[in-house]
């Protein structure tokens, strides 16, 4: 693996099916399936590590937002990456871009409405990412939702030539899923936590079981985080995949999406349902077997 720090290094460094996963660095299992779903599926594999300003708010954590590189490079290289991508602040804005992406009402709802302006920083960097880079693939997580409608919506209507490949959540071997912010939780808020997935999980049983009335599976989550102490709930909506608009019945592809505050960090989770003609698919993610590479630091 080779760490490089321009557009220009990365395309010299590629050759063949290019796949892209980008990231913010400080990585975990999440990130790492990633990296192994690219590398099964290309002839280069880059990822990048960014941390990008401009989906931060005013009053978020981009000053503590957690950073390792000498780790990142380790976990990367470990993970299959040809090519990882460092870029300074410079690289990625010579200029303050004033272009901006236009989302529309994908936003509206949930993080959207909740941070102001964060996915107008995503869609620039990561459509910077995919112009400077021109991957084939690019595989995001399922557990940003919403990020995740973002882009695959913005790739059909800027007409990127790239498939964009939603990778399961990755969870710890008690449910939590995995999020570089846990390493901010205590052991009281770690306990506490569990609290979004059990109640997610409860959701996705009773969707097996046949209930499909949003609210009925929003008071599910709801009910759980509620029996747990030290958690400030944000939402628990049930919301279309590709608009990202609240649905009241589970009939077509759908997340049940959970933010809180527990403790001082904001955590934020989901299940995903397919829909078919006969019957529900569930993707609660995919449960570590051991430890998580966080426990390492």
Same mark, same amino acid.
């Given at each position: 693996m080779?760490?490089?720090?321009?557009?220009?290094?990365?395309?010299?460094?590629?050759?063949?099916?290019?796949?892209l996963?980008?990231?913010?660095g400080?990585?975990?299992?999440?990130?790492?399936?990633?990296?192994?779903?690219?590398?099964?599926?290309?002839?280069?594999?880059?990822?990048?590590?960014?941390v990008?300003?401009?989906?931060f708010?005013?009053?978020?954590?981009?000053?503590?937002?957690? =950073?390792?590189?000498?780790?990142?490079?380790?976990?990367?290289?470990?993970?299959?990456?040809?090519?990882?991508?460092?870029?300074?602040?410079?690289?990625?804005?010579?200029?303050?871009?004033?272009?901006?992406?236009?989302?529309?009402?994908?936003?509206?709802h949930?993080?959207?409405? =909740?941070?102001?302006g964060?996915?107008?920083?995503?869609?620039?960097?990561?459509?910077?990412?995919?112009a400077?880079?021109?991957?084939?693939?690019?595989?995001?997580g399922?557990?940003d939702?919403?990020?995740?409608?973002?882009?695959r919506?913005m790739?059909?209507d800027?007409?990127?030539p790239?498939?964009?490949?939603?990778?399961?959540?990755?969870?710890?071997?008690d449910?939590?899923?995995?999020?570089?912010?846990?390493?901010?939780?205590t052991?009281?808020?770690?306990r506490?936590?569990?609290?979004?997935?059990?109640?997610?999980?409860?959701?996705?049983?009773?969707?097996?079981?046949g209930? =499909?009335a949003?609210?009925?599976?929003?008071?599910?989550?709801?009910?759980?985080?509620?029996?747990?102490?030290?958690?400030?709930l944000?939402?628990?909506?049930?919301?279309?995949?590709?608009?990202?608009?609240?649905?009241?019945?589970?009939t077509?592809?759908?997340?049940?999406?959970?933010?809180? =505050?527990?403790g001082?960090?904001?955590?934020?989770?989901?299940v995903?349902?397919?829909?078919?003609?006969?019957?529900v698919?569930?993707?609660?993610?995919?449960?570590?077997?051991?430890?998580?590479?966080?426990?390492d630091?």
């Amino acid at each position: 693996m080779i760490t490089v720090a321009t557009f220009a290094d990365v395309r010299a460094a590629s050759a063949g099916r290019v796949g892209l996963a980008p990231t913010m660095g400080y990585l975990h299992d999440g990130h790492l399936a990633l990296f192994r779903a690219a590398r099964a599926g290309s002839d280069t594999v880059v990822a990048s590590v960014f941390v990008n300003p401009l989906q931060f708010g005013p009053n978020e954590d981009l000053s503590r937002y957690p =950073r390792d590189l000498e780790r990142d490079q380790r976990l990367a290289e470990q993970a299959g990456v040809d090519v990882l991508f460092v870029p300074p602040a410079e690289e990625m804005y010579p200029v303050l871009p004033k272009i901006s992406v236009i989302i529309g009402d994908l936003t509206d709802h949930f993080e959207g409405a =909740r941070r102001p302006g964060h996915f107008a920083g995503v869609a620039v960097v990561v459509a910077k990412l995919f112009a400077g880079i021109q991957p084939a693939g690019a595989f995001f997580g399922r557990k940003d939702a919403q990020q995740l409608a973002v882009v695959r919506r913005m790739t059909v209507d800027l007409s990127f030539p790239i498939e964009i490949v939603p990778v399961s959540t990755v969870r710890e071997a008690d449910g939590l899923a995995l999020s570089s912010r846990n390493r901010f939780l205590t052991a009281d808020d770690r306990r506490s936590a569990l609290a979004l997935s059990q109640g997610l999980f409860a959701a996705a049983a009773a969707v097996e079981a046949g209930e =499909r009335a949003g609210s009925a599976l929003e008071a599910m989550v709801v009910d759980a985080v509620g029996a747990a102490a030290g958690i400030e709930l944000e939402y628990a909506a049930l919301a279309d995949a590709e608009t990202v608009q609240p649905l009241s019945e589970l009939t077509r592809d759908a997340f049940l999406a959970v933010a809180a =505050r527990v403790g001082e960090t904001r955590l934020i989770d989901n299940v995903a349902f397919s829909v078919g003609a006969d019957s529900v698919t569930v993707d609660r993610g995919d449960i570590l077997t051991g430890p998580s590479v966080l426990e390492d630091v």
